[in-house]
């Protein structure tokens, strides 16, 4: 019985990875010094799961940036714009596709990001044109391989498959569609699967998550012929085709007719296609499945009965050699080590007992398959044992149940979730209270987290800065931004964030029924980790969150602060949820919870409030049929938290990503006064789907980036929302940026925000002009 892994987390158990690659880019460390960072994860990575007793210990799984971006440069996917970087070697022109290159009098912009399936994982999307060729361009693939047979460690390389990698990505231009690129992008594969097998590897995994969702016949066509052909471009191989997040639904039967030696299955995710395919005439007598119980996804300990269960009914079928024991998806998503979390006052040992983080789940994979092995065995039965009492303890836990809470939820009416007034005519009476300006600017939150933010918020935790002293320098940070938004004549200001660690774990740290690790990074994009929190139980406020940073920003000026609040799924999506009950009962929870909080600002004069709720679209399930029931819950939730308010009062809501086609029936009953969204990317592309819906509220299309560093000129600008002004009327726009500021300097802010404001300020002469 194989135990497999699908992917191990690449940052590094203390973020090795993040920190090497930031000093980095800031000149700081030597390409060397990076590249043997890198090299220094993947052996501690590999050493681990050897000792752990995976079998199939994955390969190329690590990654500088993304794993896509790494597919793109492996089969030389690079867009033209980065021609002139090829010279430069392989990672300055890696990192400038990821990251954008303004150097050396050049000014290349980045590639887009967008979330890996409902994930909070960013990958950098692949750009595709009609003539697009496609080269073996990088040998990472062979060179990760090769490195960890050097070391003795026999790996099973992971590779995207083509119809994945294609599906994910976008035409650039007009007149084909990227699955018929299959044909030119075949031979790279081929030659990829024949240096592995002549380097000596004997498993490949090949990650096809594109079959979680539903795809066209053709797009099935393209994935019979890559596999259909695998065994006779490289016949020593034995493929295990990877799918997770979902079922493999409507394609199962192609993917049962495939040639490949191993299926994997996310049993988590999807527990009946168990039955579907042990069920399946189709189904082939030598394949081996590889069963995903462990969850990649969330931080619970394993339920050993629930998985022995799964692992006794596909060998009683199949015969031990033809189970794989392994984990839901890659643990890219969870998080390193529990055994980091040392600190009960951070997270108390009667939760901890209750998790399992990517090295315990690890554990959990050898252990089920031993269990399963021997079950007579005295000491795993003993692991057993206590596993259920784990289990059993955690049900019957006093921590988890509020019945206060619970009635709440059960009271929440249709009145509790709807605007007084429709939009038209909350406008009217929102323009006189707030008095704005054509084309108002604003940002989306937080102004840059700089090292001495971070730097005092850590002395605070460490008990080397008082409460008092860090309180003073929070309200220093936060006048300071407020003086210099005043100064460059920004509308509607924000208090900027310093407080907050994250938009997520600030609230959940102070909120009931959330836990929170020290240790628990999950990698989000590039450099940049999350540290989710852990909701283990009924969710509810104790005190005011936001209330006195809120006010004391709008002690400081006489222009409007917007409030800054984390909407209920994004803190939901964001967090690792509660296994026990649905999501949707969880998220009402949180939703009431920020309702008080809404109310309480408007209370305190607040008259802009914002709930960004940049989350909405990652929790989409990934198949259509399921988009309804999680829509209706979500949006009801989002209501929820904002409906308690006046008609004067402005709600906002923010969102951070690419696509609104499919969902902008339910991006407008959420009913957001304005809605300000990421879009400079796309060269406002975004809005054509706001245009042909006529959406009636206000909206604020991103007009840079804030992934990268790059500071955008003003004419840039205008001419973006002058693009923005041909599809959405303009009393209907506003100016901002795609997104928080925090991960960015000062410097490029500052300069940004300026030319922003300047931007504005042309559009509304220009606007004058006409009328
Ligand atoms: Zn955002």
């Given at each position: 019985m194989l135990k497999n892994n699908l992917g191990y987390p690449r940052?590094?158990?203390?973020?090795e990875l993040k920190k090497a690659s930031e000093l980095f880019w800031a000149g700081k460390l030597s390409l060397d010094e990076l590249v043997t960072a890198g090299k220094n994860i993947r052996l501690q990575n590999w050493k681990t799961q050897k000792e752990a007793g995976i079998d199939l210990i994955p390969s190329n799984d690590f990654s500088f940036y993304d794993q896509v971006l790494d597919m793109a440069l492996t089969v030389g996917a690079?867009?033209?714009?980065y021609e002139s970087l090829k010279s430069k070697g392989e990672m300055e022109l890696y990192f400038a596709m990821a990251r954008g290159y303004q150097k050396d009098g050049l000014d290349i912009t980045a590639m887009e990001m967008t979330k890996w399936f409902d994930t909070n994982y960013h990958y950098i999307v692949p750009e595709f044109v009609k003539n697009q060729s496609f080269e073996l361009y990088s040998t990472k693939i062979v060179d990760e391989f090769n490195e960890a047979k050097l070391q003795g460690i026999e790996t099973k390389p992971v590779i995207i498959g083509p119809a994945t990698f294609l599906l994910l990505g976008k035409e650039k231009?007009?007149?084909?569609?990227?699955?018929?690129?299959l044909k030119k992008l075949l031979p790279v594969y081929w030659s990829i699967l024949k240096q592995l097998a002549d380097a000596g590897a004997k498993w490949v995994q090949i990650d096809e998550?594109?079959?979680a969702t539903d795809l066209s016949g053709i797009e099935l066509n393209a994935i019979k012929e890559f596999y259909g052909k695998i065994a006779l471009e490289a016949p020593e191989l034995n493929i295990l085709l990877a799918n997770y997040f979902?079922?493999?639904?409507?394609n199962l039967e192609t993917v049962l007719s495939l040639p490949v030696q191993a299926l994997h299955l996310d049993l988590v995710r999807c527990p009946s296609q168990l039955q579907d395919i042990l069920g399946?005439?189709?189904?082939?007598?030598?394949l081996k499945l590889s069963l995903?119980?462990?969850?990649?996804?969330?931080?619970w300990k394993n339920d050993f009965d629930k998985s022995l269960e799964f692992i006794s009914r596909a060998k009683n079928q199949?015969?031990?050699?033809r189970v794989m024991i392994a984990?839901?998806?890659?643990?890219?998503?969870s998080p390193c080590?529990?055994?980091?979390?040392?600190?009960e006052s951070k997270l108390s040992a009667e939760i901890k007992d209750w998790l399992a983080f990517a090295r315990q789940k690890l554990e959990e994979i050898a252990l089920l398959a031993h269990l399963s092995q021997n079950p007579e065995d005295k000491v795993l039965q003993a692991k057993l044992q206590d596993n259920q009492t784990s289990h059993a303890r955690r049900q019957a836990s006093?921590?988890?149940?509020n019945q206060a809470v619970k009635q709440r939820v059960a009271d929440v009416s249709k009145s509790d979730i709807q605007?007084?007034?429709d939009f038209k005519q909350r406008k009217v009476v929102q323009q006189e209270t707030l008095n704005l300006p054509h084309f108002p600017t604003t940002t989306i939150g937080s102004f840059p987290q700089t090292s001495e933010v971070r730097k005092a918020r850590l002395q605070n935790k460490k008990g080397e800065l008082s409460n008092s002293d860090y309180h003073d320098f929070l309200e220093r940070h936060t006048a300071l931004a407020i003086r210099w938004q005043e100064e460059i004549g920004l509308d509607v200001l924000v208090?900027?964030?310093?407080?907050?660690?994250?938009m997520v774990e600030y609230f959940g740290e102070q909120l009931d029924g959330f836990a929170f690790t020290q240790f628990g990074w999950v990698q989000s994009y590039g450099s940049r980790c999350v540290k989710p929190p852990i909701i283990y139980g009924d969710v509810s406020r104790p005190n005011p969150m936001t209330l006195e940073w809120t006010k004391y920003a709008q002690s400081l000026t006489e222009k409007h602060v917007k409030g800054m609040l984390t909407g209920p799924v994004t803190i939901l999506q964001w967090s690792f949820v509660?296994?026990?009950?649905p999501r949707s009962a969880t998220c009402n929870q949180i939703a009431l919870a920020i309702r008080d909080e809404v109310i309480d600002l408007e209370a305190a004069g607040i008259k802009i409030i914002q709930v960004d709720e940049p989350a909405i679209r990652e929790g989409?399930?990934?198949?259509?049929?399921?988009?309804i029931d999680y829509l209706d819950w979500a949006i009801d939730a989002f209501k929820l938290a904002t409906s308690?308010?006046?008609?004067?009062t402005q709600i906002h809501t923010h969102m951070c990503y690419s696509?609104?086609?499919?969902i902008i029936d339910s991006i407008a009953r959420m009913d957001a006064d304005v809605i300000t969204i990421e879009c400079s990317r796309s060269q406002m592309e975004l809005l054509d789907a706001f245009a042909e819906f006529n959406y009636p509220n206000e909206i604020g299309p991103g007009?840079?980036?804030?992934?990268?560093p790059r500071v955008p000129s003003r004419e840039e600008m205008v001419d973006l929302l002058t693009k923005a002004m041909k599809v959405i009327p303009e009393d209907q726009l506003w100016v901002n940026p795609?997104?928080?500021?925090?991960?960015?300097g000062w410097e490029e802010t500052k300069q940004a925000l300026i030319e922003m404001v300047g931007a504005a300020h042309d559009l509304r002469e220009k606007v004058s002009v006409y009328q």
């Open positions: 940052i590094g158990d203390r973020r690079i867009p033209d714009r231009e007009a007149g084909f569609h990227r699955i018929d690129l998550p594109i079959l979902d079922c493999y639904g409507n399946s005439l189709n189904l082939s007598s030598d995903g119980v462990v969850d990649g996804r969330n931080i199949l015969g031990e050699e984990s839901s998806c890659s643990l890219l998503h080590d529990l055994e980091l979390e040392q600190n006093t921590l988890i149940h605007r007084g007034l208090h900027g964030e310093f407080e907050r660690n994250d509660r296994n026990d009950q989409l399930p990934l198949r259509r049929a399921d988009w308690g308010v006046e008609h004067s696509e609104f086609n499919d007009v840079y980036d804030i992934h990268s795609d997104c928080g500021l925090k991960t960015r």
